[in-house]
């Protein structure tokens, strides 16, 4: 690693979500580090990414360091003045190796060693505070932020009057939130205040889009993180799926931190360290982040009336457990299929599972779907698997909402009305 600080090197922040990475971005420059989001994932990224993979690999770890070798061709590109922040995690899954593949293809393609700042899951992502103790506290607004403007997106989008003004509303309010945090206030208290009323004022303009028609089929959607929330990744399902005339409920980025939260404590409980300093901060940082979250959130409560989350990941754990037990199937596999019995109750019609292919986290959820799926009245409950060709994603869509259709008619669950 060079011996040159962060605050001299360009900062490159992965678009697994857009409005998430721009919201870290813009933490991170508000602690002095120039941060940039990584430009958007194309054919390039793929046939690069291919370069140093041999179709075994995950697609995510493709399209990761597809986009790094794409952004180390620029021409401003300098390998002592950049650095990649790239949340990392250890444990059975494949996405540990990541960041090893990174430096490995760097090194072979000549092009110097690659730095990454890369915070673990292990620690809910809080190591990186130690040179920056203001960005776990920070990242998490920037999260719980672009997460709440998300939401609103699919909750309104569908039914918009006129195309393109939700999207535009989005985007000024993640242009609108990215400056709230990069301004810096006194103190915290204040620059939290600043950051929940900049929501509050997106929240109106949300309210404001005209809408119409009548409510659509629910569609919950679920599976490995990545895959679901990059939409490159995914084909764009989320569009095409408002498109074929459903709504989309999708698990958001917050869950899996607090996730992260749960399992750190979980392992303390198993080392016998259930009355530790090492809890007493995990449950401490748990508490300030639910205050932050209910502040935050405090402005969009009518607006996702209907879409709320569970009050607690471990009441998700415990969704699952019938069919998973949470203390040996770890990650998202359990997330999802809690996930998907949280949806059914909260008034989803169907239950969509996006996986990169050959995904365990996906393989195991499918195992587990049609049993789910006749415990909850024959919900539709389907796998969608990506390898990074184009798949016939339009048809499989309009065939399950016509699953979804007929199970809501069946169960006669019809979704919340449009906030009009
Ligand atoms: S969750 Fe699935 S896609 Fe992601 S790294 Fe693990 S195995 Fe690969």
């Known amino acids: 690693m060079s011996g040159v600080s962060l605050r001299e090197?360009?900062?490159?922040?992965?678009?697994?979500?857009?409005?998430g990475a721009r919201a870290v971005a813009a933490v991170?420059?508000?602690?002095?580090?120039?941060?940039?989001?990584?430009?958007?994932?194309?054919?390039?990224?793929?046939?690069?990414?291919?370069?140093?993979?041999?179709?075994?690999?995950?697609?995510?770890?493709?399209?990761?360091?597809?986009?790094?070798?794409?952004l180390a061709r620029r021409p401003d590109y300098s390998p002592e003045r950049t650095a990649i922040f790239f949340a990392n995690t250890t444990g059975p899954c494949r996405f540990g190796q990541y960041i090893p593949l990174f430096r490995k293809a760097f090194r072979e393609e000549g092009l110097g060693d690659l730095q990454v700042v890369a915070p673990n899951s292990d620690d809910g992502y809080?190591?990186?505070?130690?040179?920056?103790?203001d960005l776990p506290r920070l990242g998490w607004w920037g999260v719980v932020g672009a997460d709440l403007l998300q939401k609103a997106l699919h909750r309104i989008r569908p039914y918009e009057c006129t195309p393109g003004t939700t999207d535009r509303v989005y985007l000024e309010g993640l242009d609108a939130l990215c400056r709230a945090i990069e301004r810096r206030a006194p103190s915290r208290r204040r620059h939290l205040a600043a950051v929940v009323e900049c929501l509050g004022e997106t929240r109106e303009r949300f309210a404001q889009v005209a809408v119409q028609g009548a409510p659509r089929p629910l569609i919950g959607v679920v599976g490995e993180?990545?895959?679901?929330l990059h939409p490159f990744s995914n084909q764009d399902l989320i569009r095409r799926l408002e498109r074929a005339g459903g709504e989309a409920w999708l698990s958001d980025v917050s869950e899996w931190i607090w996730y992260c939260n749960e399992s750190e404590a979980r392992e303390l409980t198993l080392k016998g360290r259930r009355l530790s300093f090492a809890m007493f901060g995990v449950r401490l940082r748990d508490?300030?982040?639910?205050?932050?979250?209910?502040?935050?959130?405090?402005?969009?409560?009518?607006?996702?009336r209907g879409r709320e989350e569970p009050e607690s990941v471990g009441a998700l754990l415990e969704y699952a457990r019938p069919y998973l037990p949470p203390e040996g199937a770890l990650g998202e596999m359990v997330l999802?299929?809690?996930?998907?019995?949280?949806?059914?109750?909260?008034?989803?019609?169907?239950?969509?599972?996006?996986?990169?292919?050959?995904?365990?986290?996906?393989?195991?959820?499918?195992?587990?779907?049609?049993?789910?799926?006749?415990?909850?009245?024959?919900?539709?409950?389907?796998?969608?698997?990506?390898?990074?060709?184009?798949?016939?994603?339009?048809r499989d869509l309009e065939i399950f909402l016509e699953l979804a259709r007929g199970y809501r008619a069946r169960t006669e669950r019809v979704g919340q009305p449009c906030p009009a």
Request: aromatic fraction near 10%.
């Open 336 to 394: 999802s299929v809690g996930k998907a019995v949280h949806l059914r109750a909260h008034g989803a019609h169907g239950v969509i599972d996006i996986s990169p292919f050959t995904c365990m986290n996906g393989i195991v959820s499918e195992a587990i779907y049609p049993r789910l799926s006749r415990d909850l009245d024959g919900l539709p409950i389907k796998n969608f698997y990506f390898d990074g060709k184009p798949a016939p994603l339009d």
């Open 287 to 304: 508490w300030v982040q639910r205050g932050d979250e209910h502040a935050l959130a405090s402005s969009f409560g009518d607006l996702l």
């Open 225 to 228: 993180i990545f895959c679901r």
């Open 9 to 19: 090197k360009k900062l490159w922040v992965f678009p697994m979500t857009y409005g």
């Open 126 to 133: 809080q190591s990186v505070g130690r040179e920056f103790p």
């Open 28 to 70: 991170w420059r508000a602690l002095g580090v120039d941060a940039e989001v990584i430009p958007p994932s194309d054919a390039d990224t793929l046939a690069l990414g291919a370069r140093h993979t041999s179709g075994d690999e995950c697609l995510p770890q493709k399209i990761t360091l597809g986009d790094l070798l794409k």
